[in-house]
């Protein structure tokens, strides 16, 4: 297992759109697995495999407060529903900035497991709010293209002189 390097906003790869997984196979069953492992290094609740530099539709989360809940979806398609509501997001890949999002309040998603099989799960609470923010991820969307341009703008700047000091 191993520690994979997350990109950080503004790293333009980060808007690169993920490609479907042809099949399941060690290769994807070895990415997931260090996924989790740097997800629950971080720590976070979700990574998608774009923040790893990974242009494949896989994503994993576990919200969970024991942090013993893990779901790895691979191909996810979302079915979304319910009322909207705000939720203080953060993300791996924009490091220290948390900030309200809009999203709905159910989704259903439909996926490949670790082992090939399709799956169907219905969410809800933060665990349907996370799997809608890593979905975003594999269309090359961050939580900060919902903010005013202002706020963006704030948190890309700050982000882009903590990267200068830190190399
Ligand atoms: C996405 O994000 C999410 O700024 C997952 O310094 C987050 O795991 C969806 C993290 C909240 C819904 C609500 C962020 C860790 C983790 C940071 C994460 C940080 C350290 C973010
Ligand atoms: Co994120």
Redesign the pocket.
Known sequence: MALLEILEFPDPRLRTKAKPVVRVDDSVRKLVANMFET?YD??????AATQVNVHQRIIV?D?SENRDEPHAFINPELTLSGEVLE??????S?????EP?T?HEFARVSALNERGESVELDLEG?LA??V???CDHLEGKL?VDYLSSLKRTRIRRKLEKAHRVRV
């Open positions: 997800m971080a720590p976070g609740i979700g990574l989360v919200v939720t203080e997001e953060g993300c791996l924009v490091p220290g900035f948390y999002v999203r933060l709010v996370c809608q923010h890593e939580f």
